[in-house]
């Protein structure tokens, strides 16, 4: 299964790679003979989803190398480190942009009306990027991969900068504005490194050992409920592997049992929450005596605290 994904992710990568290849090399080309500024920074964005891509593609190669004493959980989370490495990379680009389209207004040089050509290049890249935005989204969600949903979230964020260069050149050509071309450049910078701290803090989520969907917590909690002979599970914590759960909690027992029932009470709890909350890399039961309390429990959450941090929130 784990092999497949890996495959999957580099189909995505590669077709990825080549696609935006092409539009960069078209864009900064026909940005250069047409003098649109705004189109050439366009098309170093795209020379940037080439790095993004490539970055993608050599995670997916490393993702499935067996555990060892220095990674015991493999190595799936590359993904994650990819995702960020990817976020400094379109974050150097967009400042680099930002600087020289902020230099060449303070400046004011001389700058002249973009031919037709920046138009058609420009169009056609809406195209393209929108089928690479539904290739990398349907794939990403189908397989749970971060890399690929911010490969995707990046793809629908070019589409909507290579729209303003459309209503950049709009500006130019009916209000003879050239200088807005440059304005446009100067907003496809910022939107740029925008995205790019999007993504940094969504990876940062999975490297801090969180979860944003709090519901895999309820889930959690409803499949110890529907489990004969186990009580308040408590001290849960969950964290991302890839596109897969780590679950590690507590429950308690009658403790008159044998060992080996409370075992069993454990192993089915286990199954429960398999089957609850699907995709599971690891799921770790301890159990403790029906009514045990220990004072120093420091992390780890239970339904009441659940319901207490949602109550509390504004």
Same mark, same amino acid.
């Given at each position: 299964?784990?092999?497949?994904?890996?495959?999957?992710?580099? +189909?995505?990568?590669?077709?990825?790679?080549?696609?935006?290849?092409?539009?960069?090399?078209?864009?900064? !080309?026909?940005?250069?003979?047409?003098?649109?500024?705004?189109?050439?920074?366009?098309?170093?964005?795209?020379?940037?989803? !080439?790095?993004?891509?490539?970055?993608?593609?050599?995670?997916?190669?490393?993702?499935?190398?067996?555990?060892?004493?220095?990674?015991?959980?493999?190595?799936? +989370?590359?993904?994650?480190?990819?995702?960020?490495?990817?976020?400094?990379?379109?974050?150097? /680009?967009?400042?680099?942009?930002?600087?020289?389209?902020?230099?060449?207004?303070?400046?004011?040089?001389?700058?002249?009306?973009?031919?037709?050509?920046?138009?058609?290049?420009?169009?056609?890249?809406?195209?393209?990027?929108?089928?690479?935005?539904?290739?990398?989204?349907?794939?990403?969600?189908?397989?749970?991969?971060?890399?690929?949903?911010?490969?995707?979230?990046?793809?629908?964020?070019?589409?909507?900068?290579?729209?303003?260069?459309?209503?950049?050149?709009?500006?130019?050509?009916?209000?003879?504005?050239?200088?807005?071309?440059?304005?446009?450049?100067?907003?496809?910078?910022?939107?740029?490194?925008?995205?790019?701290?999007?993504?940094?803090?969504?990876?940062? =989520?999975?490297?801090?050992?969180?979860?944003?969907?709090?519901? /895999?917590?309820?889930?959690?909690?409803?499949?110890?409920?529907?489990?004969?002979?186990?009580?308040?599970?408590?001290?849960? +914590? !969950?964290?991302?592997?890839?596109?897969?759960? /780590?679950?590690?909690?507590?429950?308690?027992?009658?403790?008159?049992?044998?060992?080996?029932?409370?075992?069993?009470?454990?192993?089915?709890?286990?199954?429960?929450?398999?089957?609850? =909350?699907?995709?599971?890399?690891? =799921?770790? /039961?301890?159990?403790?005596?029906?009514?045990?309390?220990?004072?120093?429990?420091?992390?780890?959450?239970?339904?009441?605290?659940?319901?207490?941090?949602?109550?509390?929130?504004?």
């Amino acid at each position: 299964m784990q092999e497949n994904r890996s495959r999957t992710i580099k +189909r995505a990568s590669i077709i990825g790679i080549i696609g935006n290849a092409l539009l960069s090399a078209a864009k900064i !080309v026909f940005g250069l003979l047409s003098g649109s500024y705004a189109v050439i920074s366009d098309g170093l964005d795209s020379a940037s989803d !080439v790095l993004t891509f490539a970055v993608t593609y050599y995670a997916s190669c490393i993702i499935n190398r067996p555990p060892n004493y220095k990674y015991p959980y493999g190595y799936q +989370r590359a993904e994650a480190v990819a995702s960020k490495v990817l976020s400094f990379i379109i974050f150097f /680009v967009g400042a680099q942009l930002f600087y020289s389209s902020l230099m060449r207004i303070i400046h004011n040089e001389p700058h002249q009306i973009p031919s037709m050509a920046a138009l058609y290049v420009t169009i056609a890249s809406v195209l393209v990027k929108g089928g690479l935005y539904l290739y990398n989204a349907i794939t990403g969600k189908r397989i749970r991969s971060g890399m690929l949903l911010a490969n995707a979230k990046n793809m629908r964020n070019d589409i909507l900068i290579s729209g303003s260069v459309l209503v950049g050149l709009f500006f130019t050509y009916y209000l003879n504005l050239p200088l807005f071309d440059l304005l446009t450049a100067l907003a496809i910078s910022i939107w740029i490194m925008k995205d790019a701290f999007s993504i940094f803090m969504q990876s940062s =989520v999975e490297l801090m050992d969180g979860v944003e969907d709090a519901s /895999v917590y309820y889930q959690v909690f409803e499949a110890v409920e529907q489990t004969r002979g186990a009580y308040h599970p408590h001290r849960l +914590r !969950v964290r991302k592997h890839a596109d897969q759960y /780590v679950i590690a909690l507590d429950i308690e027992v009658d403790p008159e049992i044998k060992i080996a029932n409370a075992h069993k009470i454990a192993k089915q709890v286990e199954e429960n929450i398999k089957q609850k =909350v699907g995709k599971t890399f690891d =799921v770790m /039961v301890h159990t403790e005596p029906l009514g045990n309390i220990e004072t120093d429990e420091q992390f780890g959450l239970s339904r009441e605290k659940m319901e207490n941090e949602n109550n509390d929130t504004p």
